[in-house]
């Protein structure tokens, strides 16, 4: 696995877009930009990428919970390939493993992890989509960050991010959850 860098950050919403306050939300995300081993190859096998994504889960996830400023509540993961790889790249670090160490990390993971990938150009962005934990069907829990890192992926890279949060959104008022029939 050949890192290039890490950025994280760390949100606290005090108020919601159109300036009503509400408790103090943090959202955090870690965005790893990675060198991708199949850039510009047609591979059948991405297994190797399975292991960045274990390891990766593994030592982010840890030190998003210890940025949150409460436990968390919400997660998600994303990742953003260069223009040399393939959609399935970015499939490969997120589904296989990334998930049962975020899950250990953050004390629960009931509900499946939102995701997203795709291939984009430098300096584009992702959306990394968030839900509660153990409720999928928490309406007031989804939501989403819109991430970039101004200088990734390059055409050979890949952006992993992983993102936790210890609330819902600012004020939600869309309902709990499915109307039963």
Wanted: hydrophobic share 40%.
């Amino acid at each position: 696995m050949d890192i290039r860098k890490t950025v994280f950050t760390k949100e606290i919403i005090l108020a919601d877009e159109m300036g009503k306050p509400c408790e103090p939300i943090t959202r955090v995300v870690a965005m790893v930009i990675v060198r991708n081993p199949f850039a510009g190859t047609d591979q059948d096998d991405l297994s190797q990428l399975f292991g960045v994504g274990a390891k990766l889960g593994h030592s982010l996830a840890k030190e998003l919970v210890k940025m949150l400023e409460g436990p968390p509540v919400c997660y998600g993961k994303a990742a953003l390939v260069g223009s040399l790889g393939a959609m399935e790249h970015g499939a490969a670090v997120l589904h296989p493993t990334l998930g049962k160490p975020v899950r250990q990390a953050v004390g629960g993971g009931k509900a499946l992890m939102p995701s997203n990938h795709k291939v984009g150009a430098l300096g584009g962005s992702i959306d990394l989509p968030l839900g509660h934990k153990d409720e999928p069907w928490s309406f007031d829990h989804i939501d989403t960050m819109s991430l970039w890192v101004p200088d990734a992926p390059r055409a050979d890279e890949i952006v992993l991010c992983i993102g936790l949060s210890n609330g819902t959104r600012a004020h939600p008022r869309v309902g709990k959850g499915p109307k039963q029939a």
